[in-house]
């Protein structure tokens, strides 16, 4: 629990730094990856918020090694609410009515999954038969850049409202769940005992491989949605669907039974679906700012 509630500490002030910090940078392009990197890297700011978000990875490697995966990823969602506050004390990002009753809901989805955990009933996981994973990861990779490139394609045309950032988060979450995932499959190899045959064993599973693709591509287009639109609604829908698909399909794939008591049961599936369910409802646009009152509309001749 410690090692959790600390994670989402150094996650959500991560991302609270570098949004501050591609804030004052030029506009960045995931089509330019070289550039934003030099970008980005030469920032002090963001380099301490990208520091963050590798200690709150440490961390995360702790939780998967005490917790099981469904578990783990409902404490993360409580992270949602220090980002909110964060984004509204240091970016002045401003959530409307909407929104935080969706964030209220995810709390409330957060507290289901609490509510069904029992300590010494529920089993953590130490691997999964690499092709199921490869199976689960590969086709969810596909269509997080599929959907990222078709919410950049809209996001050209001429007269279109706002992204409030909701695509970006979803296509970014897939990939951060798979990148979950594998961090999952990385801890089963944390030991103390025969360091270099755990190194080999690593090596020849799924897992580095499957990181270093989520943590370029990652990388790249976080950056990118994180400039454009506000961290305190992209990265509560990023969260959200990392945590339901790591959730789902990791407790799936690492073989982490589901609660047998038929009010535990019930709690969880109810907490999973309320978070579904929210993410789905929340706006896709912001609203048009509106002319002050008593302007007079501009009509061309």
């Not at 394609?153 to 706002?162: C, I, M, S, T």
């Not at 970006?168 to 801890?187: D, E, N, Q, T, W």
Request: charged share 15%; aromatic share 6%; proline share 6%.
């Amino acid at each position: 629990m410690a090692a959790a509630l600390l994670a989402n500490v150094l996650y959500s002030t991560g991302f609270v730094l570098e949004k501050r910090a591609l804030a004052a940078l030029p506009e960045v392009d995931i089509r330019r990856p070289a550039r934003l990197l030099r970008l980005v890297l030469g920032s002090p700011l963001w380099i301490g918020g990208s520091l963050a978000l590798a200690a709150g990875f440490g961390a995360q490697l702790a939780v998967y090694r005490t917790l099981p995966i469904a578990a783990a990823q409902g404490i993360f969602v409580s992270g949602l609410v220090l980002l909110v506050l964060l984004s509204s004390r240091l970016l002045g990002e401003e959530t409307t009515g909407r929104e935080r009753y969706a964030l209220g809901a995810i709390l409330a989805a957060l507290l289901m999954v609490v509510l069904s955990l029992r300590e010494g009933s529920d089993t953590v996981s130490r691997g999964a038969p690499a092709p199921l994973i490869l199976t689960v990861c590969l086709p969810s990779l596909s269509l997080g850049v599929w959907l990222y490139g078709a919410a950049e394609r809209r996001a050209k045309h001429r007269h279109r409202l706002p992204s409030t950032g909701v695509e970006y988060g979803v296509a970014v979450g897939l990939l951060y769940g798979v990148s979950s995932l594998a961090i999952k499959g990385v801890s089963s190899y944390v030991t103390t005992r025969d360091l270099g045959g755990a190194v080999v064993a690593l090596l020849r599973s799924p897992y580095p491989y499957l990181l270093l693709f989520t943590g370029a591509f990652g990388l790249v287009m976080s950056q990118a949605a994180l400039q454009r639109c506000r961290a305190s609604l992209i990265v509560p829908v990023c969260t959200t669907v990392t945590c339901l698909f790591t959730a789902v399909l990791g407790t799936l794939a690492f073989g982490e039974a589901l609660p047998h008591d038929p009010l535990r049961l019930a709690l969880r599936l109810a907490g999973t679906a309320l978070a579904v369910s929210v993410l789905l409802a929340m706006p896709k646009h912001d609203q048009a700012p509106q002319p002050p009152i008593g302007a007079k509309e501009l009509t061309p001749p």
